[in-house]
Nanobody, 117 residues
Framework: QVQLVESGGGLVQPGGSLRLSCATS????????MGWYRQAPGKERELVVE???????NFANSARQRVTVSRDFTMKILHLQMKSLRPEDTAIYYC???????????WGPGTQVTVSS
């Protein structure tokens, strides 16, 4: 059974940093595109960054200079390192996995990130 579990969210001051992690199970991790998305109150879910199985990275414009995404193939964990956080980064952050073979997508339950002084 597929499981995606995010962790690392919390309250951080503007300008601060956070590292989110997405632990996966039940998928062939190396054959899935992995990504982070977020949803703020009253807004649509949007891309933060996605990482293809071949290593290509697609960033949202607002995140391009402030985030680093990496995947641990041994532990099957996707990471998102965020810095210079702003109040507008406040959202629930979701991990997504997409199968290269079938296109099936899976979502984690999300982790709350709040940027506030």
């Amino acid at each position: 059974q597929v499981q995606l579990v995010e962790s690392g969210g919390g309250l951080v001051q503007p300008g601060g940093s956070l590292r989110l992690s997405c632990a996966t199970s039940g998928i062939d991790f190396a054959q899935f595109a992995m990504g982070w998305y977020r949803q703020a109150p009253g807004k649509e879910r949007e891309l933060v960054v996605e990482l293809s199985s071949s290593g290509n990275v697609n960033f949202a414009n607002s995140a391009r200079q402030r985030v680093t995404v990496s995947r641990d193939f041994t532990m099957k964990i996707l990471h998102l390192q965020m810095k210079s956080l702003r109040p507008e980064d406040t959202a629930i952050y979701y991990c997504r996995a997409r199968s290269d073979d079938t296109g099936n997508t899976y979502w984690g339950p999300g982790t709350q990130v709040t940027v506030s002084s």
